[in-house]
């Protein structure tokens, strides 16, 4: 009995042992980035995305934040809205940051029920306590001038509705160099990964708190 109970308390030290440790982690609260490939470093490793540099941004600038994120490639506005519930009550975040649209877009999905999903993730989120920061998406334009006109025109419908922040396409200045592309032509490169972040940046920081870690 003894060995077994040194056995057992050997191996709850090993598990504590192999738990991260992030200095302050209770006390920092949470954004999520609800997104899908371009957030989810499609083609890169997680550390090379714009969403790791995003929270090396944060720590270097003393914003006490812990980013979460939740992308995953080939999501969609209903497959987010999905997980959207968990992962508020997970985490219980400050701010959201949907980047999503562009699968329903390419999947040519109705435009009626993508802005039903948006509706409910921003309604959710709200409803949480947490800020959202409603990221623009855009379409190639072979899918024509009409489905790509409302497709846009349905971002700043929702943030005129619900008074939600909005960051510009996040691959502004960016989808249109090919040296900044991976071969697919879809997804950035590593090279390009701080210029999407440099174009969520400006909407993001006046979400943040005020009150930095450090002056």
């Known amino acids: 009995m003894m060995r077994l109970f040194a056995i057992f308390r050997f191996s709850v030290l090993v598990g504590?042992?192999?738990?991260p440790i992030v200095p302050g982690a209770a006390a920092q609260p949470a954004?999520?980035?609800?997104?899908d490939s371009l957030s989810a470093s499609y083609g890169l490793s997680l550390e090379q995305g714009w969403v790791a540099r995003l929270q090396e941004r944060l720590l270097r600038k003393g914003y006490p934040y812990q980013v979460v994120n939740a992308s995953i490639s080939g999501e969609t506005t209903r497959g987010a809205l999905a997980r959207l519930y968990s992962l508020l009550a997970a985490h219980q975040p400050e701010i959201v940051v949907v980047e999503l649209g562009g699968n329903d877009g390419l999947r040519g999905l109705s435009l009626t029920e993508m802005r039903r999903n948006f509706s409910q993730i921003i309604e959710k989120s709200q409803q949480s306590g947490a800020q959202v920061l409603l990221v623009r998406m855009r379409l190639p334009p072979n899918y024509g001038p009409l489905?790509?006109?409302?497709?846009e025109q349905l971002f700043t419908d929702l943030k005129d509705e619900?008074?939600?922040?909005?960051a510009p396409f996040i691959l502004r200045g960016i989808a249109t160099q090919a040296e900044l592309m991976q071969a697919d032509g879809i997804h950035p490169r590593a090279e390009a990964q701080t210029l999407m972040l440099d174009n969520i940046w400006p909407a993001l920081t006046p979400l943040l708190q005020v009150d930095k870690a450090e002056k």
């Open 162 to 166: 619900y008074g939600v922040a909005t």
């Open 147 to 151: 489905y790509t006109e409302r497709f």
């Open 31 to 35: 954004i999520i980035i609800l997104g």
């Open 16 to 19: 504590l042992l192999l738990q």
